[in-house]
C-alpha cells in the first residue's frame, strides 16, 4: 500500500512537472514568437529608413549638380553682359571726352556732365559686376580709392535735373559740408 502511495505520488508529480514544462514551452514560444515579430517589424524600419536616406541622397546630389550648372550659367550671364556692356560704353566715354573739348555752351556742358556721369555710373555697375563674379570665385581683392561723397552726390542729383525741369518740379538737395572731404574706401 505504501509503495502503491509512493507510486501514486511519483505519478502525480511528474504528471504535474510535464504540465509545466508544457506550460513553459507554451510561454516560451509565445515569447520567441512575439521577438521575432519585433525583430522583423524593426528590421523593415531600418530598411526603410535606409531606402529612404539613399532616395535623399541621391535627390541631394541631383540638386547640387543643377545648382553647378546654374552657377556656371549666372557667370557665363555675367562675363557676357559685362563685355557686351564695357564695348559700346567705351565709345560713349571716348566721344563724350571729345566733345568736352569743343566750345560749348553752359547748358551743353551741363548736358555733358549728365552724360559723362551717367556713363561713369554704368561703368562702376559694370566694374561691381565683374567684382561680384570674382567674390563668387574667391578671386577678389580690395581697391582702396579716394572719393568724395558730397562729389558722389551731387553727381547723382545733376543728371536728374533736366528731367524735373521738363516736369515743372524744382529739384533740390542739400549736401552737409563735413561730407566734402576725401574718403578712402573700397
Given at each position: 500500500?505504501?509503495?502503491?502511495?509512493?507510486?501514486?505520488?511519483?505519478?502525480q508529480?511528474?504528471?504535474?512537472?510535464?504540465?509545466?514544462?508544457?506550460?513553459?514551452s507554451t510561454?516560451?514560444?509565445?515569447?520567441?514568437?512575439?521577438?521575432?515579430?519585433?525583430?522583423i517589424?524593426?528590421?523593415?524600419?531600418?530598411?526603410?529608413?535606409?531606402?529612404q536616406?539613399q532616395?535623399y541622397?541621391?535627390?541631394?546630389?541631383?540638386l547640387?549638380?543643377?545648382?553647378?550648372?546654374?552657377?556656371?550659367s549666372?557667370?557665363?550671364?555675367?562675363?557676357?553682359v559685362?563685355?557686351?556692356?564695357?564695348?559700346?560704353?567705351?565709345?560713349?566715354?571716348?566721344?563724350?571726352?571729345?566733345?568736352?573739348s569743343?566750345?560749348?555752351?553752359?547748358?551743353?556742358?551741363?548736358?555733358?556732365?549728365?552724360?559723362?556721369?551717367?556713363?561713369?555710373?554704368?561703368?562702376?555697375?559694370?566694374?561691381?559686376l565683374?567684382?561680384?563674379?570674382?567674390?563668387?570665385?574667391?578671386?577678389?581683392?580690395?581697391?582702396?580709392?579716394a572719393?568724395?561723397p558730397?562729389?558722389?552726390?551731387?553727381?547723382?542729383?545733376?543728371p536728374?535735373v533736366p528731367?524735373?525741369?521738363?516736369?515743372?518740379?524744382?529739384?533740390?538737395?542739400?549736401?552737409?559740408q563735413?561730407?566734402?572731404?576725401?574718403?578712402?574706401?573700397?
Open positions: 500500500s505504501i509503495e502503491q502511495n509512493l507510486l501514486t505520488l511519483s505519478y508529480n511528474i504528471n504535474e512537472s510535464k504540465a509545466r514544462i508544457s506550460t513553459a510561454n516560451i514560444a509565445y515569447i520567441g514568437g512575439s521577438a521575432l515579430f519585433v525583430i517589424i524593426l528590421g523593415w524600419i531600418i530598411i526603410k529608413d535606409i531606402n536616406t532616395e541622397r541621391l535627390k541631394l546630389e541631383q547640387n549638380k543643377e545648382r553647378e550648372v546654374l552657377l556656371r549666372k557667370t557665363m550671364l555675367f562675363a557676357t559685362t563685355h557686351d556692356l564695357q564695348t559700346p560704353l567705351g565709345s560713349l566715354i571716348g566721344f563724350s571726352n571729345l566733345l568736352e569743343t566750345e560749348l555752351t553752359s547748358k551743353q556742358r551741363q548736358y555733358l556732365n549728365n552724360i559723362q556721369s551717367s556713363t561713369q555710373y554704368i561703368a562702376n555697375l559694370i566694374n561691381d565683374t567684382d561680384f563674379s570674382k567674390l563668387e570665385n574667391n578671386k577678389i581683392s580690395i581697391q582702396e580709392k572719393f568724395n558730397k562729389e558722389l552726390l551731387e553727381s547723382i542729383c545733376a536728374l528731367n524735373a525741369d521738363n516736369k515743372k518740379i524744382k529739384l533740390k538737395w542739400t549736401v552737409d563735413a561730407l566734402n572731404n576725401t574718403f578712402i574706401s573700397d
